[in-house]
């Protein structure tokens, strides 16, 4: 994994978040000083002149604690003193150390982490820890793209698209022509051309054609692999390779669907399902179904 | 029993510590380092890393080198990041100014770690955080992550 970074003095929050607020609260409920009233700082009980300022506090006090710890109260005027040191120590730490260790989360934790405070925002938002995460749990293709909205945005869109494309399947399993109907754009260009080679346009004529299908065979289940997407604005595309759990007629199938965004939500628009090729023969003509 | 070269290494606050050159050689730093230095470079300062973390890293180094294939590698390193954030985080510094990647692999994986599974309020709490965001900030937020169906 690339550890290089380009975001400039973010890591420096996270690492300083976390001592300063761990040590803050202890050391500021030791001496009791009175709350400033700041609406940025509300929930920092410093006497401290600004923002920055609870956590350069916490800082000394940290400087304190690592170099071996000092007395209780009263001890102020020596902390401003290792300020400095503290300070200077806490700047040097690396964001390549804070993209490091974020590369090691899920993405429910990133997303959490990131509702916490600012800072941790500012380090869990990073552009590369999400480029990472969508190598990772996705694809290492798309990796010269850059997404208009961020990695993050595009992470998303494709956890999003990429659920949408199983309920496809769940839907067939279920054998839910209302589910399917659904899903399904309700628009005349709308195509589905089934694995069988039959082909059908528009909304009335595909969901005929998944009546008839959903009806006819019996229950199948598909495992899907090599799932693929790539989101533009308003569009994507997602294809898969399906094999039926289908003990004597296995039928493996390359499937392509294509999804159109309206109000927030995906819908499908198209659908190609052709035999695959295997061990370079192709294989029985398929049923419909697929 | 063969003599093997030891080298000294210099922490930020003027400690001292010997070490056998086999696990010095196990920061890559140090090993450049001597390569580069010439024939004298038996004393290595490390002005980024102070002597108690310094001596901490050492035993990390120690344990890899002079055991790496022994059975309670994996314990020896679960303990090892027992330790309280302040310490863990001046780990993860030191072995990426050192360049020992196993060390910075274990520091960092263990600060993810802190992190798995908790929800937002119990990060917060872990950590300290406070919440500092405006309501519209909260808004924001909310659209931003509401794709998340864990969160």
Same mark, same amino acid.
């Given at each position: 994994?690339?550890? %290089?970074?380009?975001? !400039?003095?973010?890591?420096?929050?996270?690492?300083?978040?976390?001592?300063?607020?761990?040590?803050?609260? $202890?050391?500021?409920? $030791?001496?009791?000083?009175?709350?400033?009233?700041?609406?940025?700082? *509300?929930?920092?009980?410093?006497?401290?002149?600004?923002?920055?300022?609870?956590?350069?506090?916490?800082? %000394?006090?940290?400087?304190?604690?690592?170099?071996?710890?000092?007395?209780?109260?009263?001890?102020?005027?020596?902390?401003?003193?290792?300020?400095?040191?503290?300070?200077?120590?806490?700047?040097?730490?690396?964001?390549?150390?804070?993209?490091?260790?974020?590369?090691?989360?899920?993405?429910? !934790?990133? +997303? *959490?982490? /990131?509702?916490?405070?600012?800072?941790?925002?500012?380090?869990?938002?990073?552009?590369?820890?999400? @480029?990472? $995460?969508?190598? &990772?749990?996705?694809?290492?293709?798309?990796? /010269?793209?850059?997404?208009?909205?961020?990695? &993050?945005?595009?992470?998303?869109? %494709?956890?999003?698209?990429?659920?949408?494309?199983?309920?496809?399947?769940?839907?067939?399993?279920?054998?839910? $022509?209302?589910?399917?109907? *659904?899903?399904?754009?309700?628009?005349?260009?709308?195509? +589905?051309?089934?694995?069988?080679? #039959?082909?059908?346009?528009?909304?009335?004529?595909?969901?005929?054609?998944?009546?008839?299908?959903?009806?006819?065979?019996?229950?199948?289940?598909?495992?899907?692999? =090599?799932?693929?997407?790539?989101?533009?604005?308003?569009?994507?595309?997602?294809?898969?390779?399906?094999?039926? #759990?289908?003990?004597?007629?296995?039928?493996?199938?390359?499937?392509?669907?294509?999804?159109?965004?309206?109000?927030?939500?995906?819908?499908?628009?198209?659908?190609?399902? !052709?035999?695959?090729?295997?061990?370079?023969?192709?294989?029985?003509?398929?049923?419909?179904?697929? | 029993?063969?003599?093997?070269?030891?080298?000294?290494?210099?922490?930020?606050?003027?400690?001292?510590?010997?070490? =056998?050159?086999?696990?010095?050689?196990?920061?890559?730093?140090?090993?450049? *380092?001597? #390569? %580069?230095?010439?024939?004298? !470079?038996?004393?290595? =300062?490390?002005?980024?890393?102070?002597?108690?973390?310094?001596?901490?890293?050492?035993?990390?180094?120690?344990?890899?080198?002079?055991?790496?294939? /022994?059975?309670?590698? @994996?314990?020896?390193?679960?303990?090892?990041?027992?330790?309280?954030?302040?310490?863990? +985080?001046?780990?993860?510094?030191?072995?990426?100014?050192?360049?020992?990647?196993?060390?910075?692999?274990?520091?960092?994986?263990?600060?993810?770690?802190?992190?798995?599974? @908790?929800?937002?309020?119990?990060?917060?709490?872990?950590?300290?955080?406070?919440? =500092?965001?405006?309501?519209?900030?909260? #808004?924001?937020?909310?659209?931003?992550?509401?794709?998340?169906?864990?969160?």
């Amino acid at each position: 994994m690339d550890i %290089t970074s380009n975001f !400039s003095g973010t890591g420096d929050y996270f690492i300083l978040a976390l001592i300063a607020t761990l040590v803050c609260s $202890l050391f500021f409920r $030791l001496l009791k000083l009175p709350q400033l009233d700041k609406p940025r700082a *509300r929930n920092c009980n410093c006497n401290c002149d600004c923002v920055g300022g609870c956590e350069s506090m916490a800082v %000394t006090a940290a400087a304190r604690v690592m170099n071996g710890g000092g007395g209780g109260g009263g001890v102020v005027e020596r902390e401003r003193h290792q300020q400095v040191i503290g300070a200077s120590m806490m700047e040097q730490l690396v964001p390549e150390i804070t993209t490091h260790a974020l590369s090691y989360l899920d993405y429910p !934790s990133l +997303c *959490r982490l /990131s509702m916490t405070n600012s800072s941790m925002r500012k380090a869990a938002n990073d552009d590369n820890a999400w @480029k990472a $995460l969508y190598h &990772k749990d996705f694809t290492m293709e798309q990796d /010269s793209i850059t997404p208009a909205n961020g990695w &993050k945005a595009y992470y998303a869109a %494709t956890r999003a698209l990429v659920n949408i494309n199983q309920q496809f399947f769940d839907i067939i399993r279920e054998r839910s $022509l209302p589910d399917m109907g *659904r899903l399904w754009l309700n628009a005349d260009y709308v195509k +589905c051309i089934h694995a069988s080679g #039959e082909f059908f346009t528009g909304y009335s004529g595909v969901l005929g054609s998944w009546q008839l299908a959903l009806n006819w065979e019996p229950a199948v289940n598909f495992q899907v692999r =090599d799932v693929r997407s790539r989101v533009l604005p308003g569009v994507a595309w997602v294809t898969m390779k399906a094999y039926a #759990e289908v003990e004597h007629n296995p039928h493996p199938v390359n499937v392509t669907n294509v999804f159109e965004l309206h109000n927030g939500q995906w819908f499908m628009v198209h659908h190609h399902s !052709s035999a695959m090729n295997v061990d370079g023969e192709v294989a029985h003509q398929p049923p419909m179904l697929g | 029993m063969t003599s093997s070269k030891t080298i000294v290494l210099r922490s930020s606050d003027g400690a001292t510590f010997e070490v =056998d050159e086999a696990v010095a050689l196990h920061s890559l730093m140090i090993k450049h *380092r001597i #390569e %580069t230095g010439g024939a004298d !470079s038996t004393t290595i =300062d490390v002005p980024e890393v102070t002597g108690n973390t310094l001596s901490k890293v050492i035993e990390y180094c120690k344990k890899h080198v002079e055991a790496p294939n /022994s059975d309670d590698l @994996k314990s020896f390193d679960t303990d090892f990041v027992k330790v309280d954030q302040a310490v863990l +985080c001046h780990l993860a510094k030191a072995s990426y100014y050192m360049n020992i990647k196993g060390l910075l692999d274990l520091s960092s994986k263990t600060i993810a770690d802190m992190f798995k599974g @908790k929800t937002v309020e119990q990060i917060r709490e872990t950590f300290h955080i406070k919440n =500092d965001f405006t309501p519209e900030e909260e #808004e924001e937020l909310r659209k931003e992550n509401s794709w998340n169906l864990f969160v």
